[in-house]
Nanobody, 118 residues
């Protein structure tokens, strides 16, 4: 298992930017895949961005070109840099990790609220 702690959410105006952070309780080298998901009220949780241990990335079409997933190995932290934010980006954002030793188990953080509103 791994504990994940998200931070960086808040209220931002349309067109603004935020950087979300996900700090892990274990070495990031033990994690096969890390990703960011989001869930708006009344909607399913949906994938936003993911990064493999090798650095490959994948993005939802709705955020491609606006969001970037990155990591700082020394800090065991993964980031989601969000630019050109839209009201439809409003959601609780969750960090997810899958360990090399238990790839079938999803490990979730508690989430951080992002609200995009004028």
């Amino acid at each position: 298992q791994v504990q994940l702690v998200e931070s960086g959410g808040g209220l931002v105006q349309p067109g603004g930017s935020l950087r979300l952070s996900c700090t892990t309780s274990t070495s990031i080298f033990s994690i096969n895949v890390m990703g960011w998901y989001r869930q708006a009220p009344g909607k399913e949780r949906e994938p936003v961005a993911a990064m493999t241990s090798g650095g490959s990335t994948n993005y939802a079409d709705s955020v491609k070109g606006r969001f970037t997933i990155s990591r700082d190995n020394a800090k065991d932290t993964v980031y989601l840099i969000m630019n050109s934010l839209k009201p439809e980006d409003t959601a609780v954002y969750y960090c997810k990790a899958n360990l090399f030793g238990d790839r079938g188990r999803n490990n979730w953080g508690q989430g951080t609220q992002v609200t995009v509103s004028s």
